[in-house]
């Protein structure tokens, strides 16, 4: 079984259009996550919902908007895509009341806005 | 603020020989440390985290992970080095304050492990 899922797997798509990315988890977690990953493979953080609240938004463009419909699902809006957009972008979700807080990672999309 | 620093983009070691992939953490008060891999073209994979507690954790794939609270390294190790073990490995740390725009990770930039057969 799937435990962080994450739709598309590759989006293409021309600069200028609006596209979405769905994530889901599996693993009853009450936090999600958006990372993106440029092409020099740094990550960083995006967004962070807890039990469907925002709480981390990086200093990331208002195109960008993420949306979680309940606890299993974040998906992440774009719109007027850039093709500094272009990137791997990855959910990733983890427990907030345990003390570890391990964040377990979906497998990536990768959006390239020609 | 919080930082984590891999001073080697790769590090190459042959099949069978031990291998090291350094991290340094920068971060006030007590460190959560995690190791991830990623395979290419794949999602990043959890390997192991410090939390509190002995210095040498153990974690997948026989890789394992020393905390230094006096150099604040935490270094992933592991006695003799597969092929498959190549790939991109990410340090990151988390501060352990709950709550707000503190509960997140801070990856380091990556370290490149080819193992040569």
């Known amino acids: 079984d799937t435990a962080v899922s994450q739709t598309p797997k590759y989006l293409v798509t021309q600069m200028g259009n609006d596209k979405s990315i769905k994530c889901e988890q599996n693993?009853?977690?009450?936090?999600m996550y958006w990372y993106k990953q440029d092409s020099k493979k740094f990550l960083k953080i995006m967004f962070s919902?807890?039990?469907?609240?925002?709480?981390i938004n990086e200093t990331v463009p208002n195109r960008f908007s993420p949306k979680s419909p309940d606890k299993a699902h974040l998906n992440l809006h774009i719109n007027s895509l850039e093709l500094g957009d272009s990137a791997v972008y990855f959910c990733?979700?983890?427990?907030?009341?345990?003390?570890?807080?391990?964040?377990?990672f979906g497998p990536g999309t990768r959006l390239t806005v020609l | 603020a919080q930082s984590v620093a891999q001073p080697e983009d790769q590090v190459n070691v042959a099949e069978g020989n031990p291998l090291t992939v350094k991290c340094t953490y920068s971060?006030?008060?007590?460190?959560?440390l995690f190791w991830y891999v990623q395979y290419p073209n794949r999602g990043l994979q959890f390997l192991l985290k410090?939390?509190?507690?002995?210095?040498l954790v153990k974690g997948s794939y026989g890789f394992e992970a020393e905390f230094n609270k006096s150099q604040t390294s935490f270094h992933l190790k592991k006695p003799s080095a597969l092929v498959s073990d190549s790939a991109l490995y990410f340090c990151?740390?988390?501060?352990?304050?709950?709550?707000?725009?503190?509960?997140?990770?801070?990856f380091g930039t990556g370290t490149l492990l080819a193992v040569q057969p």
């Open positions: 990151a740390v988390r501060d352990p304050n709950y709550g707000g725009a503190t509960n997140k990770l801070i």
């Open positions: 971060v006030s008060g007590n460190p959560y």
């Open positions: 410090y939390i509190t507690g002995d210095n």
């Open positions: 990733a979700s983890s427990q907030r009341e345990t003390s570890t807080d391990t964040q377990y």
């Open positions: 919902y807890n039990n469907k609240e925002l709480i």
């Open positions: 693993l009853g977690h009450d936090t």
